[in-house]
């Protein structure tokens, strides 16, 4: 199998948003983010579905959605952290968190690529949420 754009992103090939990173899994931005703190999960193993993945990765991605889903909520403000697992786009498995308040906040349609300061801000807020329950 080639290099998907997740593979080329955990490899540093292509630049992202990184918000944190286990020796099993990479989680970055999405940079078509449905809403503020639209964070993708994606193994460091190139499968097609996430149903093929082997352990440890499987359970390392929930594990780290559990993390960025605490931080989302208390970075945006929001009463939850949604997760999505699609896998149409990719052919790389991943895990979508997206802080919500809605279910019309997390429509899969069409969406404009965030400016570099709006992935910032919202990297710094996920960023910091981190750090802070860590240190619990």
Do not use: W
């Amino acid at each position: 199998m080639s290099k998907t754009i997740f593979t080329k992103i955990i490899e540093g090939e292509i630049p992202c948003y990184k918000i944190y990173e286990t020796p099993y899994v990479f989680a970055f931005l999405d940079i078509h983010p449905l809403q503020p703190g639209h964070t993708l999960i994606v193994p460091k193993v190139t499968v097609d579905a996430i149903d093929q993945l082997e352990e440890p990765f499987y359970s390392e991605v929930f594990s780290v959605a559990k993390l960025i889903a605490q931080a989302s909520k208390a970075a945006f403000g929001t009463t939850r952290a949604t997760y999505h697992i699609l896998g149409f786009e990719v052919p790389h498995a991943h895990l979508h968190v997206i802080p919500a308040n809605t279910m019309d906040e997390v429509k899969f349609l069409s969406q404009p690529l965030a400016t570099s300061e709006a992935l910032e801000s919202a990297q710094k807020l996920l960023l910091e949420q981190i750090a802070l329950i860590e240190s619990r």
